[in-house]
């Protein structure tokens, strides 16, 4: 019986999660921690310490944890594991992650982008599994982006690369015409939330307005999209503007990239096909002629595990190829 396991790492803006495997990807177990940031990095580097730690002493896994894979939330250099920022949680400019968990641990370590790993995640255990040239994104706190030719990651100058979040979009926030941003300024969960809880942002008209006594601070995607089930026009008008501009973004990953299947993850992603629906009609009339017909678009299989699932697989190095 093979006794070797693995440690998978999801270093993320919003939730930190953590699980000992197999090197198919297969979770044994895991866990999950939401943190409340005093020092930023170091608040998150200090839970890794703690919990790593004990899976290490832990049967049957002591003495037989071969590797670990990190999934981290951000730009970073592939070939030393060094964190560029994040732009999220303060504390991660420059720092040497990899050599981190390799002196934390003395374990062989991998580290990539968090959407990367995902990537991994779906390629070969999800919703990609039959696509020979994919592309993987994930709407969650930010958006990132993977590309992943002949079933290996694409990783541009060794910096990453198809960020589909730091792609430019018109701005229908703009006052002004001609006005753009950031897809993930407009996209990603926190800025929905952020825009939907924002004062006088949602008309009284919407039933939205009467969620938690009024207390919009509380308002969620999820609230979003159930208002949108139940036909409230705000809502409907809010999740198309969000479909098209992330619409946008991803028929330019299609003309530049020629892609067969692209799979959305991330927390946004569990809307379903309330937002799935207007993405793939705003994508479809978007798309370049050579791309019609010639894509899908498919809804992560593996979710909020697939970032674990694919941190694993980062570990064992078996399933991981980067060009």
């Known amino acids: 019986m093979n006794n070797q396991y693995y440690i998978g790492v999801e270093i993320g803006g919003t939730k930190q999660q953590l699980a000992v495997g197999l090197s198919d990807g297969t979770i044994l177990d ?19 310490l703690e919990n790593i730690r004990e899976y290490l002493a832990m049967a049957p896994y002591a003495g037989h944890i071969a590797g670990i894979g990190v999934g981290f939330g951000g730009p970073l250099e592939t070939a030393t594991g ?15 992650l990899k050599q981190w968990f390799e002196k934390s641990f003395g374990l062989p370590v991998n580290v990539v982008n968090d959407t990367v790993t995902g990537g991994f995640a779906e ?3 999800g919703a990609g599994r039959n ?4 592309f993987y994104t994930n709407i969650g706190t930010g958006i990132g982006g993977g590309l992943y030719i002949h079933r290996k990651y694409y990783d541009g100058s060794g910096f990453g690369a198809s960020y589909l979040g730091n792609m430019l979009v018109p701005d229908w926030r703009s006052l ?5 941003t950031r897809t993930e300024l407009l996209c990603s969960g926190r800025s929905i939330e952020k825009r939907l809880r924002s004062e006088g942002y949602i008309p009284k008209i919407s039933s939205l307005s009467r969620c938690y006594g009024g207390d919009m601070g509380r308002i969620t995607c999820a609230d ?3 208002a949108a089930r139940a036909g409230d026009m705000f809502a409907c008008v809010e999740l198309d503007k969000i479909a098209e501009s992330f619409s946008i973004s991803l028929v330019n990953i299609l003309a530049a990239q020629g892609v067969d299947t692209v799979v959305i993850g991330g927390g946004v992603a569990k809307m379903g096909d309330i937002l799935f629906d207007r993405i793939r009609k705003f994508t479809d009339n978007l798309a370049f002629i050579a791309n019609k017909g010639r894509y899908q678009i498919l809804q992560s299989e593996l979710l909020d595990d697939a970032v674990l699932v694919g941190a694993l697989l980062v570990a064992s190095g078996g399933y991981v190829e980067i060009i």
């Open 30 to 48: 895991s866990r999950q921690v939401k943190l409340v940031y005093r020092r930023g990095a170091e608040d998150i580097l200090d839970w890794l």
């Open 82 to 96: 060094r964190v560029l920022s994040s732009l999220q949680v303060p504390g991660w400019k420059d720092f040497e």
């Open 123 to 125: 390629l070969y255990k």
């Open 131 to 134: 696509s020979e040239n994919f």
């Open 176 to 180: 002004l015409p001609g006005g753009y």
């Open 224 to 226: 979003l999209a159930e």
